[in-house]
Nanobody
Framework: VQLQASGGGLVQAGGSLRLSCAAS????????MGWFRQAPGKEREVVAH????????FYADSVKGRFTISKDNAKNTVYLQMNSLKPEDTAVYYC????????????WGQGTQVTVSS
């Protein structure tokens, strides 16, 4: 089972990025999937998660109204659209599946760096 996050980069405050996470080796269409992030020197924090159908979503208060999580079961891929980015959003972003918190070892893959400049 592998999860590969991509789409990170350097963006100015107020800008947007779209992260993708492709899952291979296993079908996650029946699982919750989600994103968490970790900034240097800080604890991991939940960003968002989504039900297997996509009909139920959760967002951390810090990103509510700015980020949108979605998934494409046919592609085994979950997305995170990030708008109105702030410097405090700077972190390494990881996707995890099946979603649980804290995420069990082995449920997340390589992260993608998001850096927001002021």
């Amino acid at each position: 089972v592998q999860l590969q996050a991509s789409g990170g980069g350097l963006v100015q405050a107020g800008g947007s990025l779209r992260l993708s996470c492709a899952a291979s080796g296993r079908t996650f269409s029946r699982y919750f999937m989600g994103w968490f992030r970790q900034a240097p020197g800080k604890e991991r924090e939940v960003v968002a998660h989504i039900s297997w159908s996509g009909g139920s979503t959760f967002y951390a208060d810090s990103v509510k109204g700015r980020f949108t999580i979605s998934k494409d079961n046919a592609k085994n891929t979950v997305y995170l659209q990030m708008n109105s980015l702030k410097p405090e959003d700077t972190a390494v972003y990881y996707c995890a599946a099946p979603w649980n918190w804290p995420p069990p070892v082995g449920s997340w893959g390589q992260g993608t760096q998001v850096t927001v400049s002021s």
